[in-house]
T-cell receptor, first 118, second 115 residues
Framework: GAVVSQHPSRVICKSGTSVKIECRSL??????MFWYRQFPKQSLMLMAT?????????EQGVEKDKFLINHASLTLSTLTVTSAHPEDSSFYIC??????????????FGPGTRLTVL | AQSVTQLGSHVSVSEGALVLLRCNYS??????LFWYVQYPNQGLQLLLK??????LVKGINGFEAEFKKSETSFHLTKPSAHMSDAAEYFC?????????????FGTGTRLQVTL
């Protein structure tokens, strides 16, 4: 199967700073990637769709100026949490769809990034 | 619009007992259905998926699920639970819109396996 990596796996930062999280498709190209946020003991909430070569599409209620997404290449998408505050502390997960044979709809998930804002 | 309902946020079974995790979906178009497992502080791993064809789907680690259109259900089962099955399980639905499609997740069910 396809592999998606995230870096860093864990980050602690001070309130007011910005944090960048990387999502990479290691052995395939992904023109689209998805960013999710997961609060403790809750489900994944889709934040935005990252599109290579164009602007990201944000879900309703997600601040685009707060969560900057850049899809720099066919294997890399970055999520930058700007001016982070404690309420931004969460588990951030990315995913990328991979077409294997006729399977059009399988997504592969990164291992997640635990963000703690002090 | 699509939605997923997972009945039971927490399920506890004894080792060796049957595992049954319930999932019902709502979709205006033929759905693609998935079950994912998540271990603590990790991403999601695909257990199995239903796209088209056979309605009984077998996945990894001995899990299987049956797509029942009449009941709009996609329950996950395993005949005999192992301690290593303890994790969070998510049911998800998506539309067939090509190679990239958003997933809508259920709220998850935490499976506890006891001795």
């Amino acid at each position: 199967g396809a592999v998606v990596s995230q870096h860093p796996s864990r980050v602690i930062c001070k309130s007011g700073t910005s944090v960048k999280i990387e999502c990479r498709s290691l052995d395939f190209q992904a023109t689209t990637m998805f960013w999710y946020r997961q609060f403790p003991k809750q489900s994944l909430m889709l934040m935005a769709t990252s599109n290579e070569g164009s602007k990201a599409t944000y879900e309703q209620g997600v601040e685009k100026d707060k969560f900057l997404i850049n899809h720099a290449s066919l294997t890399l998408s970055t999520l930058t949490v700007t001016s982070a505050h404690p309420e931004d502390s969460s588990f951030y997960i990315c995913s990328a769809p991979f077409r294997e044979g006729l399977d059009l709809n399988e997504q592969f998930f990164g291992p997640g990034t635990r963000l703690t804002v002090l | 619009a699509q939605s997923v309902t997972q009945l039971g946020s927490h399920v506890s079974v004894s080792e060796g007992a049957l595992v049954l995790l319930r999932c019902n979906y709502s979709s205006s178009v033929p759905p693609y259905l998935f079950w994912y497992v998540q271990y603590p502080n990790q991403g999601l791993q695909l257990l199995l998926k239903y796209t088209t064809g056979a309605t009984l789907v077998k996945g990894i680690n001995g899990f299987e699920a049956e797509f029942k259109k009449s009941e709009t259900s996609f329950h996950l089962t395993k005949p005999s639970a192992h301690m290593s099955d303890a994790a969070e399980y998510f049911c998800a639905v998506s539309r067939n819109t090509g190679t990239a499609s958003k997933l809508t997740f259920g709220t998850g069910t935490r499976l506890q396996v006891t001795l």
